[in-house]
């Protein structure tokens, strides 16, 4: 079951690279376009927040891996820790943003944090 915990963190955080790079370095190109339903104008004026909120799916990614790496009990203590994080952004950003928010950061997270926990 650790495995298999394991990979779906690595899993999340991989998606949370992916969101990084769609709002740092996407966000005005077609593909980050396209994919936050953007026009230029809108994504011109909201670049700047966007690379910013793409440093915190960073954060959030690098804490999914130091947890993968860490001793091993230290490493679930900071993957629960992270997974949370992730877990409450994704329904908050689900509450207030879009609700597909739910689905493609909060379940994923979800799914995660019970199987990490089940694995401990």
Do not use: R
Not at 10 to 32: I, N, Q, R, T
Not at 76 to 91: N, P, R
């Amino acid at each position: 079951m650790s495995l298999i915990a394991n990979i779906v963190v690595a899993l999340v955080a991989l998606l949370h690279l992916y969101f990084l790079v769609l709002e740092m370095f996407l966000w005005d190109k077609p593909k980050g376009m396209k994919a936050f339903g953007l026009t230029p104008e809108k994504a011109q004026i909201t670049k700047v927040m966007a690379a910013n909120q793409g440093l915190y799916n960073g954060f959030l990614a690098a804490g999914l891996l130091w947890g993968l790496v860490a001793e091993p009990a230290f490493g679930h203590c900071i993957k629960l820790f992270f997974l949370l994080c992730v877990l409450v952004a994704g329904i908050f950003g689900a509450a207030t943003a879009s609700k597909k928010i739910l689905y493609i950061q909060a379940l994923p997270a979800a799914l995660a944090l019970v199987l990490v926990l089940a694995s401990a």
